[in-house]
């Protein structure tokens, strides 16, 4: 299994160092930057990293990370945050199996003192919280020591508490074969707003938070590539078909009994 590692705009090197030592600790190897805001390669960073070294000489620095978790099938996010049109974060004993089963996995870390944005979360089919007590924020390079071994050194996933699981609890299941790359399900999304601004489903100031929540539906059903392409099929008919209503000068058809938009208090938090 490749497990990627991803700190997104990093600010302080040592942390870095020692994020990097972390992975190294946990035999993960793949360290991806996106955007740092700090030499990564300075003398504090090398200090932390100690052994590790080697993987801050091969990380790879990207501008977004859209681009660095491109051609990952299963990007998790860490967030204590819940935002109210994204979904809740999982339990890592409940992400373990789904890491598992991917074939390139992308573990997603935010700046140091903010975390993940919403924008950054939308990008993750999972979001995952790491179980703390009252005082939730880790250090950087402690959250990547305990999700890295969680993944890759555990026997067996735990559960803080009682031995038995809840219906809550549980692990989740994705269909037991490939799914579909977060580049194509990117495209998807995209397809999907121009098909819902195109059609009037939503407007200008509703679609991000419309999004979300079919961000939500799709990233569960953990949709294949050959899926995603029947889906996009079905959009650009949809497409196709409205620009030639257009072309004729003529209205569309109203749609009865047309489903309305599910009504979800937007979060607070800055996209």
Same mark, same amino acid.
């Given at each position: ?119 950054? $979360?939308? !990008?993750? *089919? @999972? ?8 005082? %939730?924020?880790?250090? &950087? #390079? ?68 419309? $999004?979300? !929540?079919? *961000? @939500? ?8 590539? %050959?899926?995603?392409? &029947? #889906? ?40």
């Amino acid at each position: 299994m490749n497990l990627a590692v991803v700190l997104v705009s990093p600010k302080t090197s040592g942390n870095v160092g020692a994020a990097a030592r972390a992975m190294l600790n946990m035999g993960a190897s793949d360290l991806r930057i996106v955007a740092p805001r700090c030499d990564y390669k300075d003398s504090a960073s090398r200090a932390m990293a100690v052994h590790a070294a080697s993987l801050l000489d091969s990380a790879k620095i990207y501008a977004t990370l859209k681009e660095a978790v491109a051609e990952c099938d299963l990007v998790v996010g860490t967030s204590a945050r819940i935002r109210a049109d994204l979904a809740p974060p999982q339990h890592p004993a409940q992400v373990r199996p789904l890491v598992l089963a991917a074939q390139s996995a992308a573990l997603v870390f935010g700046p140091e003192e903010s975390g993940l944005n919403n924008a950054d $979360l939308e !990008l993750c *089919r @999972v979001t995952m919280l790491v179980p703390t007590a009252a005082y %939730a924020s880790l250090n &950087l #390079a402690q959250a990547v020591l305990l999700t890295c071994y969680e993944f890759l050194q555990a026997e067996r996933p735990r559960v803080a508490g009682p031995t038995t699981l809840t219906e809550e609890d549980t692990p989740l299941a994705f269909p037991s074969r490939k799914t579909a790359l977060s580049s194509e399900m990117e495209g998807l999304y995209s397809h999907l707003r121009e098909v819902m601004m195109l059609t009037g489903y939503t407007d200008a100031v509703r679609a991000r938070h419309t $999004l979300r !929540l079919w *961000r @939500v539906a799709l990233d569960r059903g953990a949709l294949s590539s %050959a899926e995603v392409r &029947l #889906a996009r099929g079905l959009l650009r008919q949809v497409q196709w078909k409205v620009g030639r209503v257009q072309a004729e000068g003529a209205e569309p058809e109203e749609v009865q009994d047309a489903p309305t938009e599910p009504q979800t208090e937007t979060p607070q938090s800055s996209s």
